[in-house]
């Protein structure tokens, strides 16, 4: 029996619960701040993603920062000034049929955006709730397409290799052709009884769509045909509980030369070769939250907020950082010398990367940090859950 969205909400709250309670109060660390990262600019963008769980997260391209809100509204601001350069209201697609629109309007939760936001081929591209993936021109924010999929769409697209794939909440894959949003493939992969909702992102390389499955799994495609390579268990779920059993992998997977490194919820931290799945190492880290990598240094913030640097090429730890720990984070950045964590409190965590000591604390919007803030070699931009987008900078 397939879980229904009000069942793996709930699945998702115990999963917090578990994942933040404490009968003691949680304090922050002390943190003297030694640096002094600049606000450039801030805007609004609709009225973010509320309460929901989402896989929205801005994208930097080029000169143009882009992001969504839940409802339905989509924009491309100036990286640099944060002008705004084009606004879209998936609500107002003239390419939906009058049943189509009617749904729509009757919907308290309207677009329900939530995947997204990729790009490639000229356009940018996210889902929805709802079963939408659309393309629109990444220079003028004008349609390109809109696809009806066979479930919800909770994260970003993955773009390349002359396709546009898409994890769906059921824990299948689809291809579409980047053009017009065609169905080229489609792979299905059943998702057990319960997982904590969380889906993660597919990754294209080296001709390959590297996926994680809700039961613990990570597998490759290949890309031209939607055909398994292979799929291997990173987690086998163990206890006598349901909640205890869940071993979801919702990290995204990273690939590095020819390595895959991915992560599961009550699992192990793997590094795969990725033409043939042949383990090379494997660390007792587990994890939910995306993970980052710069150089031979993979950054990760476990299950219950520990925070660690471990060396890619053979899983040996470099250091590790508690002070957060049983705080509700996100994943981490890497962003110049520093890894960037936000918290569900509003708060921006700044640490050395080459040592895990805290080097600034930041608080913005109380409504929380929900996704990992997003970089390029100059700029840090974050987003909290009432849709403040701010664009940071540091010498």
Same mark, same amino acid.
């Given at each position: 029996?397939?879980?229904?969205?009000?069942?793996?909400?709930? +699945?998702?709250? +115990?999963?917090?619960?578990?994942?933040?309670?404490?009968?003691?109060?949680?304090?922050?660390?002390?943190?003297?701040?030694?640096?002094?990262?600049?606000?450039?600019?801030?805007? =609004?963008?609709?009225?973010?993603?509320?309460?929901?769980?989402?896989?929205?997260?801005?994208?930097?391209?080029?000169?143009?920062?882009?992001?969504?809100?839940?409802?339905? $509204?989509?924009? +491309?601001?100036?990286?640099?000034?944060?002008? #705004?350069?084009?606004?879209?209201?998936?609500?107002?697609?003239?390419?939906?049929?009058?049943?189509?629109?009617?749904?729509?309007?009757?919907?308290?939760?309207?677009?329900?955006?939530?995947?997204?936001?990729?790009?490639?081929?000229?356009?940018?591209?996210?889902?929805?709730?709802?079963?939408?993936?659309?393309?629109?021109?990444?220079?003028?924010?004008?349609?390109?397409? %809109?696809?009806?999929?066979?479930?919800?769409?909770?994260?970003?697209?993955?773009?390349? /290799?002359?396709?546009?794939?898409?994890?769906?909440?059921?824990?299948?894959? $689809?291809?579409?052709?980047?053009?017009?949003?065609?169905? #080229?493939?489609?792979?299905?992969?059943?998702?057990?009884?319960?997982? $904590? %909702?969380?889906?993660?992102?597919?990754?294209?390389?080296?001709?390959?769509?590297?996926?994680?499955?809700?039961?613990?799994?990570?597998?490759?495609?290949?890309?031209?045909?939607?055909? =398994?390579?292979?799929?291997?268990?990173?987690?086998?779920?163990?206890?006598?509980?349901?909640?205890?059993?869940?071993? /979801?992998?919702?990290?995204?997977?990273?690939?590095?030369?020819?390595?895959?490194?991915?992560?599961?919820?009550?699992?192990?931290?793997?590094?795969?070769?990725? %033409?043939?799945? =042949?383990?090379?190492?494997? #660390?007792?880290?587990?994890?939910?939250?995306?993970?980052?990598?710069?150089?031979?240094?993979?950054?990760?913030?476990?299950?219950?907020?520990?925070?660690?640097?471990?060396? %890619?090429?053979?899983?040996?730890?470099?250091?590790?950082?508690?002070?957060?720990?049983?705080?509700?984070?996100?994943?981490?950045?890497?962003?110049?010398?520093?890894?960037?964590?936000? /918290?569900?409190?509003?708060?921006?965590?700044?640490?050395?990367?080459?040592?895990? /000591?805290?080097?600034?604390?930041? #608080?913005?919007?109380?409504?929380?940090?929900?996704?990992?803030?997003? +970089?390029?070699?100059?700029?840090?931009?974050?987003?909290?859950?009432?849709?403040?987008?701010?664009?940071?900078?540091?010498?």
């Amino acid at each position: 029996m397939k879980l229904s969205i009000k069942n793996a909400a709930i +699945a998702l709250i +115990a999963f917090s619960l578990v994942a933040c309670s404490s009968k003691e109060k949680l304090v922050l660390p002390d943190v003297q701040n030694t640096i002094s990262p600049k606000k450039v600019w801030d805007i =609004q963008v609709g009225n973010g993603v509320k309460h929901y769980e989402s896989g929205l997260k801005p994208l930097l391209f080029n000169d143009k920062v882009y992001m969504a809100s839940r409802e339905g $509204i989509v924009l +491309a601001a100036d990286i640099k000034n944060g002008k #705004r350069l084009w606004t879209f209201d998936l609500r107002k697609d003239d390419t939906l049929s009058t049943w189509e629109r009617l749904r729509q309007n009757w919907s308290s939760e309207n677009a329900r955006i939530a995947g997204g936001i990729s790009q490639g081929y000229g356009n940018i591209y996210f889902g929805t709730e709802n079963g939408d993936v659309v393309a629109l021109n990444a220079e003028t924010g004008t349609l390109v397409w %809109r696809s009806q999929v066979p479930g919800e769409v909770l994260t970003s697209p993955a773009v390349g /290799d002359g396709f546009v794939v898409v994890k769906l909440g059921t824990g299948g894959l $689809i291809a579409l052709n980047p053009d017009n949003g065609e169905e #080229r493939w489609i792979f299905e992969n059943e998702q057990p009884p319960l997982t $904590i %909702r969380g889906v993660s992102e597919p990754v294209i390389d080296s001709g390959g769509v590297v996926y994680g499955t809700a039961n613990g799994r990570v597998g490759v495609l290949v890309v031209d045909r939607g055909f =398994q390579a292979w799929e291997e268990a990173i987690a086998t779920p163990k206890g006598s509980t349901d909640l205890s059993r869940l071993v /979801d992998v919702d990290a995204k997977p990273i690939v590095v030369a020819g390595t895959i490194y991915s992560i599961a919820f009550n699992g192990e931290l793997f590094a795969l070769d990725l %033409r043939s799945g =042949q383990q090379l190492w494997k #660390r007792d880290y587990a994890s939910f939250r995306n993970m980052a990598v710069s150089g031979t240094v993979l950054y990760l913030v476990d299950s219950v907020g520990r925070i660690y640097a471990v060396d %890619r090429r053979n899983g040996t730890e470099l250091w590790s950082q508690t002070g957060l720990h049983k705080h509700f984070l996100t994943g981490p950045t890497v962003y110049k010398d520093y890894l960037v964590i936000g /918290d569900n409190k509003g708060n921006l965590h700044w640490l050395d990367r080459s040592t895990g /000591d805290f080097v600034a604390r930041q #608080r913005f919007d109380s409504s929380g940090f929900y996704r990992e803030a997003v +970089a390029n070699s100059d700029y840090l931009v974050i987003t909290t859950r009432d849709g403040e987008l701010t664009l940071l900078q540091t010498p």
